[in-house]
Nanobody
Framework: QVHVLESGGGLVQAGGSLRLSCVVSGSGFDIKAMGWYRQAPGKPRKVVASITSDGTTTYDDSVKDRFTCSRDNARNAVYLEMNSLRPEDTDVYYC??????????????WGQGTQVTVSS
């Protein structure tokens, strides 16, 4: 059984920083890509940053040069360092882990989400 647990959200002033952490627990699987998504009420979830198992990262244009995604494969963990935060970064942030389940099947597992609020 796979469990995805995020932590590290909170309230911060504009220009401040937060660090989100996510740990995937369970056994008997390899994790391919991991990533961070954000979602506002009534809107679709969208990717913020993703990282492959070999450490290749991609970022949404809105967070490039401000956010850094990193990963610890030994701990099945992924992190999002968020700097120079802006009020528009406010959202619920979700961690996702992609785990192969047989040939050509990859399942995406989600955490419960963590609220990030940036005050102006």
């Amino acid at each position: 059984q796979v469990h995805v647990l995020e932590s590290g959200g909170g309230l911060v002033q504009a220009g401040g920083s937060l660090r989100l952490s996510c740990v995937v627990s369970g056994s008997g699987f390899d994790i391919k890509a991991m990533g961070w998504y954000r979602q506002a009420p009534g809107k679709p979830r969208k990717v913020v940053a993703s990282i492959t198992s070999d450490g290749t990262t991609t970022y949404d244009d809105s967070v490039k040069d401000r956010f850094t995604c990193s990963r610890d494969n030994a701990r099945n963990a992924v992190y999002l360092e968020m700097n120079s935060l802006r009020p528009e970064d406010t959202d619920v942030y979700y961690c996702a882990a992609e785990i192969p389940r047989g040939s050509d099947i990859i399942e995406r597992y989600w955490g419960q989400g963590t609220q990030v609020t940036v005050s102006s």
